[in-house]
């Protein structure tokens, strides 16, 4: 069975078209102004990837903040029930499920089948998401690819107490007068939004495996932070970026937990 699962995050659409578990294409473009033509652009790119006309598709599933946005959709999930698809699907033996995106976090415990058991989300400061390391790399005059690598060349700790973004940034600043060296920030900025990220997942039980997905599991600086904190290394998927579209298409088919 060809179906797809198209996630509306809040800064990229992401497609992914499935046959019987194996991925046969995927699309992934910037959400922009106006979302109808974003999700349009990313269904054609991920079409063209998996060499299909649409009439080929025989069940398409939306998940993301805004699922509701996409047309002729068959039904629609939340991202957490998504993600726990798309990462159990990868990881059977996940009980943890962390998501970091653009501009939310999300940790879900699931069961042995697979099912959500309880979740939470870091949906009202950016220091727990991606924006919030977007926001500390133009504070630092780097290149965002650059912050994680920067971060991993840090042999000091130095605390950064602010929770808030804005407040953080004006922190980075202070640091940088201080004369404080730019890799030991950027571990700061990492592991400030690891703490985060771990006590929100504490709050839900974190029980291994873990499952990291989302695209700031691309960031080896976070990475290397998170893991620190909970004291474990995770799991994380080639794209994690995709993962929920992926939950998305495999609960169209009937293959999601």
């Known amino acids: 069975m060809i179906t ?9 659409v992401k497609v992914v078209i499935q046959e019987d578990g194996k991925i046969l294409g995927k699309g992934l473009v910037l959400a922009g102004l106006d979302t109808q033509a974003s999700i349009k652009e990313a269904f054609d790119a991920a079409l063209k990837d998996a060499g299909l006309a649409s009439e080929k598709l025989e069940k398409v599933f939306a998940t993301g ?6 047309p002729d959709a068959d039904d629609s999930y939340t991202e957490v029930g998504a993600d726990a ?3 159990t699907y990868l990881y059977p033996q996940a009980r943890t499920v962390i998501d970091v995106g653009a501009e939310e976090g999300r940790a879900i415990r699931v069961n042995e089948r697979g099912k959500v058991v309880d979740f939470a ?8 998401a991606g924006a919030f390391t977007e926001a500390m790399a133009r504070a630092l005059e ?3 690819e650059e912050l994680g690598q920067l ?7 130095v605390p950064m107490n602010a929770q808030c973004a804005v ?4 922190e980075v600043v202070s640091l940088i007068h201080a004369k404080t060296e730019k ?10 939004m690891a703490t985060r990220i771990t006590s929100m997942a504490r709050r839900v039980g974190v029980k291994p495996e873990i499952a990291l997905v989302g695209g700031v599991a691309r960031n080896p600086g976070f990475v290397d932070s998170l893991q620190r904190d909970l004291e474990t290394e995770v799991l994380i998927p080639e794209d994690p970026e995709y993962i929920s579209a992926l939950g998305a298409a495999l609960l169209a088919a009937g293959l999601g937990k």
């Open 65 to 70: 903040a805004g699922r509701k946005e996409v």
């Open 121 to 128: 989300i870091n949906e009202r400061c950016a220091a727990g």
């Open 183 to 192: 890799q030991d920030i950027a571990r700061a900025v990492h592991d400030a």
């Open 4 to 12: 797809a699962g198209i996630d509306v995050g809040a800064k990229n």
């Open 167 to 170: 407040f953080a940034e004006s």
């Open 85 to 87: 698809a798309g990462a």
């Open 142 to 144: 780097v290149e965002l």
């Open 151 to 157: 971060s991993l060349t840090s042999t000091k700790a």
